[in-house]
């Protein structure tokens, strides 16, 4: 997904201005002074939006982190205050290597569930899976309104239909300085740079004072849709006085400032220019829609048309266009089936599977398995992004078979095809600087990105004792003097696979990475009912050795088994288990004393 990529070292822009981001901004410490009361947001569009809080409330804050913390991925976190509850972002993670089978894994929702009559809503940041996977699952449970920019209500669309669920829940568009009110709470988007459009930090205001929450950012003076973070409201937020940061922490190893997205048009520009006689791919993020906008526009200058490849693709540049958020000529587009006959200067074609995705159109096309398109010798193809951490061997499989078919390939070691949608440190500091937190939790980090944030703020003069590193599954008290980690909530990885939702446990997958890692013996043994005796055991194996070559290895398998139905009278037995748990165990131990492996045995005894 967009938002977990990585860039090439970040450019360096203006070298005075880093020398003044670099100095450690001091930071007022609010500690010891009376707190002030919490104050109404400023831009309130709507009447009906003005908030009302209990000035003198002694209750605290619980900010609950349901996921995206110790992890980079299904972010979920819910504000609590006496009997309201909200909730920001809904997103999944995809498996990693130890979850076979898995298709996506979504936060456990149990605290939610059991606190339904008290959510009041869902907040959504921004339209990347990470942020916003999980929504079809949680309000199929949970019906509540559901805030977003019309982008990311535009990405979710097609999920919820999928689901049916498009026509009874209650979506709410945001847009920049939006402010709603959901019980004791008002939350105000306040826009953002991101990787993908309609991407904003929510200011909401409780009654234990503000919390910022940065979503998913970075700071891009020269953005692709004009509109640059909005550093304003921000220093304006920062100056009333901000309780609680919540700030991303991806990039945060990552010296410096994050590329513009608008460089990565200019390397694009440079790439169509060069390779005027060539057939160009270009695979990125489909969410990118900026990225889709800047290729749309190079297409156009240099006379291409364009054809899209990958369901996403299209699926992306249909809610896009539709909300006028990505906007070309449609008499650009051709239908990817045509362009094999058209003439190679002709098309440039954006398509899916820049991280290599197995099922993708450009693995399928390195591999030649992809009918529609040959790609050969006078063919270049770009891939604009970066591996998230995980996909690197298959990202390089897919480009060592381009080279194999004779085509060019360009990626981001090469050329600055792609700009993390993440801010760097010295953009980190700039929302610190401007915000000035009280007290401050980093998100949406691995435990050692968490860390690294927590010292960045040290650096910019905040007491450690301000900072609170989370968990997953952790509740952290906020009250107006202090902060501190007040208990847990259940917060499993749960699974989904297929059209089951939690079904698999740990248990299904520990024998799915057995079976996938040892392979797998059964063993049937039929027994009279009347006089008890076993019939001569049968064996069968799967992915544990080469059954033909083996016959020898089965054979004493089988002889094994009947030593220790000797033992047994069958009559006198009761519980079979027993019987089954002493066969497994001899012959597990024979069949690694004779092949040092030890695939899963299953043992059937079946009365007749
Ligand atoms: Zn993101
Ligand atoms: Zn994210």
Avoid at 23 to 50: D, I
Avoid at 124 to 136: Q, S, Y
Avoid at 220 to 225: F, G, I, K
Avoid at 408 to 425: F, K, N, P, R
């Amino acid at each position: 997904m967009g938002d977990m990529e990585q860039t090439p070292r970040a450019k360096v822009l203006d070298r005075r201005a880093i020398a003044a981001a670099e100095k450690p901004v001091k930071l007022r410490s609010t500690r010891g002074r009376k707190p002030k009361a919490p104050t109404v947001p400023p831009v309130v569009k709507e009447e009906s939006n003005v908030f009302m809080m209990p000035v003198t409330s002694a209750r605290s804050l619980k900010v609950v982190f349901l996921g995206g913390i110790g992890e980079i991925g299904k972010n979920m976190t819910a504000l609590e205050y006496g009997d309201d509850i909200i909730v920001i972002d809904c997103g999944l993670s995809f498996p990693t290597i130890d979850m076979p089978g898995i298709d996506s894994v979504i936060p456990d929702t149990t605290y939610l569930m059991e606190n339904k009559d008290r959510v009041r809503g869902i907040f959504i940041t921004h339209g990347h899976e990470d942020h916003i996977g999980a929504v079809p699952y949680v309000l199929q449970q949970l019906n509540v309104p559901l805030y977003a920019s019309a982008l990311t209500l535009a990405l979710l669309e097609h999920k919820l239909e999928e689901h049916k669920l498009n026509e009874k829940v209650t979506l709410v568009t945001a847009t920049k300085g939006s402010v709603f009110r959901a019980g004791c709470f008002s939350v105000e988007y306040v826009k953002v740079n991101h990787s993908v459009a309609g991407s904003f930090a929510l200011n909401i205001t409780t009654p234990v004072g503000t919390v910022f929450h940065t979503g998913d950012f970075k700071v891009d003076y020269t953005p692709v849709d004009g509109e640059i973070i909005d550093l304003h409201r921000i220093a304006e937020i920062g100056k009333r006085g901000v309780h609680l940061l919540l700030c991303e922490s991806t990039n945060v190893e990552r010296p410096g400032y994050s590329m513009s997205e608008s460089a990565v048009g200019k390397s694009l520009d440079k790439i169509f220019a060069d390779n005027a006689g060539k057939r160009l791919f270009i695979a990125t993020f489909a969410s990118n829609v900026h990225r889709l906008q800047q290729i749309m526009d190079l297409a156009e200058k240099y006379g291409r048309k364009v054809a899209f490849s990958g369901r996403s693709m299209l699926t992306v540049c249909e809610a896009a266009s539709k909300i006028g958020e990505l906007k070309y000529d449609p008499y650009i587009v051709v239908d990817v089936e045509k362009i094999e006959r058209m003439q190679l200067k002709n098309v440039v074609v954006i398509t899916t599977g820049a991280q290599g995705e197995p099922m993708s159109a450009l693995t399928r096309m390195a591999s030649g398995e992809f009918s529609k398109i040959n790609i050969g010798y006078d063919d270049t193809i770009v891939i604009s992004a970066s591996p998230i951490p995980g996909n690197e061997k298959m990202v390089y499989n897919v480009i060592n078979n381009l080279y194999r078919l004779g085509a060019h390939v360009i990626y981001e070691s090469l050329a600055e095809v792609h700009a993390s949608g993440h801010a760097c440190q010295e953009e980190i500091k700039l929302i610190h600087a401007l915000t000035k937190p009280k007290f401050f939790i980093p998100v949406h980090g691995e435990y050692r990105h968490l860390e690294k944030h927590a010292e960045l703020a040290v650096a910019l003069g905040m007491p450690r004792a301000n900072i609170v590193i989370s968990d997953t599954g952790s509740v952290v008290e906020v009250d107006r003097r202090s902060i501190r980690i007040a208990g847990s909530i259940p917060a499993e990885n749960v699974f989904v696979d297929g059209s089951g939702i939690g079904d698999i446990g740990a248990e299904v997958l520990r024998d799915r990475k057995h079976l996938s890692a040892d392979g797998l013996m059964a063993v049937f043994v039929n027994v009279d009912q009347f006089t008890g005796e076993f019939s001569h055991p049968e064996v069968v194996s799967r992915g544990f050795v080469y059954a033909k070559d083996s016959e020898d290895l089965f054979e004493a398998s089988k002889d094994v088994v009947e030593s220790v139905l000797s033992k047994v009278d069958g009559k006198a037995v009761e519980d079979w288990s027993v019987v089954k748990t002493a066969v497994r165990k001899e012959l597990g131990g024979y069949l690694y004393r004779m092949t040092k492996r030890r695939p899963m045995i299953i043992v059937m005894i079946v009365p007749n």
